[in-house]
Each structure stands twice: as C-alpha cells, then as structure tokens.
C-alpha cells in the first residue's frame, strides 16, 4: 500500500510539473515575443505576425536541400535536351569503308549519320520517323518517353521553382507550399523514370548487338562488325539519376507543409466594443481588481 501510494504521488508530482513547464515555456514565449491577449488587438497581432515571420525563417532554413534538388532538377532537364537531340545513341563499326570513310556510324533515335569522303556530301545524315517500319520498338518508344521527360522535368522546374519563392521570400498565401513541393517532386520522379525507360532499353540493345535492317538509301549495313554505347546514353541515364534525386529531395521534406498549418498568418482582429460612447477604454476597471474585491 505504501508502494502504490508513493508511485501515484510520484506519476501525479511528475505530471505537475510537466504541465508547469509546459506553461512556463508558452508564458515566456508570449511574453518574448510582446503577445499580451488583454493589450491593444493590433500589438497583439503584431507580435503574432513577428512571430509567424520567425516561423517562416526556419522553414527557409530547413530547405537548402530543396534548393540544391532545384539546381539538380534544372541541370538534369538540361541534359536530358541535350540527349534528346544527340545523335550518338549508338556508335556501329562497320567494316565497308567504301561509303562509309570514317568506319563509324552514329545511330540515334531521330536520324543516323555518317562522314564519308566519297560521297558529295561529307556528313550524310537519313531521319527515322516514328512511323518508321524498319525501325525496332526501342526507337519510337524513346522519341515519345523523352519528349514526355522534357514535358514533366520543365513542369517540375517550374513548380519547384515556385515553392522555393514561396519558402525564401515569404509570400503572403502559403497555403499552396505543399501542394507545389509534392506536385515538383512527383513531376521529377516521372521525368526521371519517363527517360530511363528508353535509355536502359537502347542500352540493352547495344550490348546485345542487335541489328537495324535500313533501306538501302541510308548506305548502312544491317549488322555492323561491332557497336557500343554512346555519349547520349551515358548523359542521359546521369540525367536521369539527378531528376531521380531531385523527386526524391522534394518528396521527403515535410516540414513545408506539417508547419505552415500551425503558423497561418493571423488576420487582424476586430476592435473590441468598449462600453463608453467614444470608445475609449481608459477608466474601466481592470477585471483582476474587481475579482479581489470580490473576494
């Protein structure tokens, strides 16, 4: 019996002083940042609005790696331009040099080029267009998934974009933060796996040598002696690794939008009636007065 009346008074002692603390701590930051709820209402929605300017300089502070995430997603949708429009998807060595002077040919998913000497033209380039019959499926695949990554990575940019502008410099309405940092991150992460698809898939390709039957006036083989990645693939899938990145930074912050919901911007509160005809409220009596004479 002694026991348990010695752990209820210690639980009931510690629960005291845990509400003490708690109040002690909302006194002192009322009292640090000038809130008095019986003072004038527009000092006090002052100092909530010092308050919620406080709030908000965390947030930008909590977000540096967002921003870098911005700079990955900007750098990234610029590489994916550039492999997009590359040619050098795959190299083919071909063993006729007859036409083919340079001995290499370089076969990207929009045209395939060549340099020869024998020709009247030194760089001999033919289109392949998606409705292309020789072409494999990896082809067209790729020109339709890129240009979808182009699509989603400037989508992406421009929502991270605005909810870094939203975080850095404090606008107004924030209600519309998580909203844009979720919008940014799931827009990378499908840009990044838009690109992906057809540069694993041409990768495979070219490391299993499989062949393309061009008609005749492209002057290539069907089979080159040997072929091998090129430049555009090897950009890209680095491309694609940093829009991965980039989704995944924005996505994990969360900050952003679980604080913005406690540190909404205070609307400035109506004036409080006074009881004399002016509206003055010098010579009431304070109520805490009252109280003791009550008493």
């Known amino acids: 019996m002694v026991s348990e009346s010695l752990i209820n008074l210690h639980a009931s002692s510690d629960k005291s002083w845990r509400l003490w603390s708690v109040f002690e701590s909302q006194q002192f930051l009322t009292a640090g940042l000038g809130i008095n709820e019986e003072a004038d209402p527009e000092e006090s929605a002052g100092a909530l609005r010092l308050r919620f300017s406080v709030s908000m300089k965390y947030v930008a502070h909590t977000a540096h ?28 060595f071909v063993s006729d040099v007859s036409v083919v002077t340079s001995g290499v040919a370089w076969v990207g998913i929009w045209r395939a080029c060549f340099y020869s000497h024998a020709l009247p033209v030194i760089e001999n380039c033919r289109s392949i267009s998606i409705s292309d019959s020789f072409a494999p499926a990896e082809i067209p695949v790729a020109q339709v998934l890129m240009v979808s990554a182009l699509v989603c990575g400037m989508l992406g940019n421009l929502s991270a974009a605005a909810a870094m502008r939203m975080v850095y410099f404090s606008m107004k309405d924030r209600r519309n933060v998580g909203t844009l940092f979720r919008l940014a991150g799931g827009l990378y992460l499908l840009s990044g796996a838009c690109s992906s698809v057809p540069l694993l898939w041409n990768m495979y390709s070219v490391l299993s040598n499989r062949t393309i039957h061009f ?14 990645l090129g430049a555009a693939i090897i950009v890209g899938i680095f491309a ?56």
């Open 65 to 92: 790696w967002q921003f870098l995430g911005l700079m990955f997603g900007v750098l990234a949708w610029i590489l994916t331009v550039a492999t997009t429009g590359l040619n050098e998807w795959r190299l083919w």
């Open 215 to 228: 008609p005749p006036d492209f002057l290539l083989p069907a089979a080159p002696a040997r072929q091998q």
């Open 240 to 295: 694609s690794a940093l829009m991965l990145v980039s989704g995944v930074l924005f996505l994990c912050y969360r900050y952003a939008w679980e604080a913005l919901g406690d540190f909404r911007e205070p609307e400035t509160r109506p004036e409080q009636k006074s009881g004399l005809p002016n509206g003055d409220q010098r010579g009431q009596d304070n109520p805490a007065f009252l109280r003791e004479d009550n008493s």
